[in-house]
């Protein structure tokens, strides 16, 4: 009988203890802790449907010798020269980011800088337009092409989220946004006495830089593992306007020597939104 009874006693402790154990490695298993660095990669799909084109001209020369004519030909040439459009894009995107957590009362605060490559992003718009000289029974038929190119986006922002529970984060964001963008513009021009009197107008101008901006989105992240978390966001990028100015110069071949007539100045803005939604993946250094 005793030996039944230490038996049960050395059962029933064992079976608690591996209970204690279980239980003990179980809650061990679901903490979650959100603070500290991280790293991951993204991609996902963009557009920039609001992408605005809009050329502006001004007579910048105006040859003395024959006032009235070549006032008209830079007065034309300023007036083909204004217009708008827009540019609509489509794509992919990918790349990579890093961050840094701090978490308290389910509260959380982080800096989050990433940078993506964007596909599909050479776009063309092409721009044409007619114009009369006021006082002469002759016209101006003129286009613009305009390429655009967007080669980079990056962010450097804050997000400020809360934990719907210990693994699923609601978060909002925002901050300073970068983007390398390629304008090329292209004008030709043609006055309607032809070329023999008027040689065509062609200039061209191929200009590359990296415009400031501000990003704005929101995301939800989860953290199906203590070290790894899946996110899902939309951000929208607002960048600086991109200016390429081009001269458009007459020449006057009816006259010895052939001479400048008159000319206008242009400028080509670009104003560009870009929008994204993105998948990504993220391990936390714990």
């Known amino acids: 009988m005793r030996k039944l009874a230490l038996s049960l006693v050395v059962v029933t402790t064992f079976c608690y203890s591996n209970f204690i154990f279980s239980a003990n490695t179980k809650i061990l298993n679901q903490e979650r802790s959100w603070n500290g660095f991280y790293v991951g990669g993204n991609a996902g799909y963009w557009g920039s449907q609001t992408n605005k084109v809009s050329t502006s001209g001004s007579a910048s020369y105006i040859n003395p010798e024959f006032e009235l004519g070549a006032s008209n030909i830079a007065n034309a040439l300023a007036q083909m020269a204004t217009n708008k459009s827009s540019l609509n894009a489509y794509g992919v995107i990918g790349g990579g980011q890093v961050g840094y957590n701090y978490e308290a009362n389910r509260v959380l605060v982080g800096l989050h800088v990433d940078f993506d490559g964007l596909t599909n992003s050479n776009n063309t718009t092409t721009l044409q337009k007619a114009v009369n000289l006021v006082d002469f029974d002759e016209s101006y038929a003129g286009s613009l092409a305009v390429k655009e190119s967007i080669n980079f986006l990056g962010t450097v ?90 001269t458009l110069a007459q020449i006057n071949e009816s006259v010895s020597p052939p001479a400048l007539w008159g000319s206008a100045t242009t400028n080509t803005s670009l104003s560009l939104s870009i929008w994204s939604i993105r998948v990504g993946i993220n391990y936390h250094f714990l």
Do not use: C
């Open 157 to 246: 922002r804050a997000r400020l989220g809360y934990l719907y529970d210990t693994t699923l984060l609601l978060y909002a964001t925002g901050g300073f946004a970068y983007g390398n963008v390629t304008l090329d513009t292209t004008w030709t021009a043609q006055e309607s006495l032809g070329p023999l009197v008027f040689p065509t107008i062609s200039a061209q101008n191929n200009t590359t830089k990296t415009l400031a901006g501000w990003t704005a989105g929101a995301g939800i992240e989860w953290l199906f593992k203590p070290n790894w978390s899946t996110m899902f966001e939309y951000t929208y990028y607002s960048l600086n306007n991109f200016n390429v100015p081009v």
